[in-house]
């Protein structure tokens, strides 16, 4: 395995934890070019973290366009864990999912999660009051306070993932900006609480490297928030949410030297559902 050394003898790693593929409808390019990429990139480590299917829902193919089927899921674990057997003098393949958060349906989710053997499960929420977090609609006609509403739904709903017990990441943390980028000078403390509660539970938060995918730009989230992150001693890990091969680690060297500029000095990533720590 490649391991770049850097100062003090001191050895990091790259990796990238979020990444989908053509299952969830919404993708391209199969696990297999995925992994080659990932190789090519001179990563270590890949994680590749699909979304999940709708498990709380009578119908196998919900939303074919969102995620995968549920009866595909089985499918998806033998192929990663295939691939990793193929690879592993090459590169480290864990098994991950990216998770809707559905409060009412976390039970079953969770069930599911663990009756496989997942390296990591990332918590997004990615529907509040029943519409898509990134549907612009949201705030049409919306006066400040109903937007302030809105803002903290969306945080009470992150924070109720936190601690639901179902997640070990939590994902893109103020993806709500993603086509409104208003959102994030909506004053409220919410991102404080969610942050003081994600740290609480242990868990860690991704740099997400795909907001320039949307409107707002940037990363999820913001440095500012990041740098409350810090503060708050909240873990982090990196995930590119490629959904295209060549977008794997993308802007990881941005990612690492603005953590590094921020006061962080290790990174996590999770195997077999434990938290490791690697100096950045
Ligand atoms: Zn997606
Ligand atoms: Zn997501």
Not at 135 to 164: F, I, M, P, T
Not at 181 to 194: A, G, K, Q, V
Not at 228 to 247: C, I, L, M, N
Request: with cysteine.
């Amino acid at each position: 395995m490649r391991v770049v050394v850097v100062g003090r003898g001191e050895t990091y790693l790259k990796f990238d934890m979020h990444t989908h593929h053509s299952r969830c409808g919404h993708a391209v390019g199969s696990i297999k070019d995925y992994v080659e990429e990932a190789i090519n990139l001179g990563l270590q480590i890949i994680g590749i973290s699909d979304h999940s299917p709708f498990w709380g829902e009578d119908q196998d193919a919900m939303l074919p366009w969102v995620g995968m089927p549920q009866s595909e899921f089985a499918n998806y674990v033998s192929e990663v864990l295939a691939l990793r057997e193929a690879y592993r003098d090459r590169i480290e393949i864990l098994l991950g999912i990216e998770s809707g958060f559905f409060p009412q349906h976390v039970h079953v989710y969770d069930e599911m999660c663990r009756s496989y053997p997942l390296d990591y499960v990332i918590g997004s929420v990615h529907v509040v009051d029943g519409l898509e977090i990134f549907d612009r609609a949201r705030w049409n006609n919306l006066d400040l306070e109903a937007a302030k509403g809105q803002k903290e739904k969306y945080y009470g709903l992150v924070q109720q993932a936190a601690h639901s017990g179902a997640f070990d990441i939590i994902g893109h943390i103020d993806a709500m900006k993603g086509n409104y980028p208003e959102f994030s000078s909506i004053d409220t403390p919410s991102i404080d609480l969610t942050l003081q509660s994600i740290a609480e539970q242990g868990l860690a938060i991704e740099v997400n490297t795909s907001g320039k995918t949307k409107q707002c730009g940037g990363w999820y989230p913001s440095i500012d928030i990041l740098k409350k992150a810090r503060y708050y001693e909240v873990d982090v890990t990196f995930g590119s949410d490629a959904h295209e091969p060549r977008r794997i680690a993308d802007e990881w060297d941005a990612v690492r030297n603005c953590l590094i500029g921020i006061g962080y000095r290790e990174i996590v990533y999770y195997r077999e559902r434990k938290k490791y720590r690697v100096p950045l």
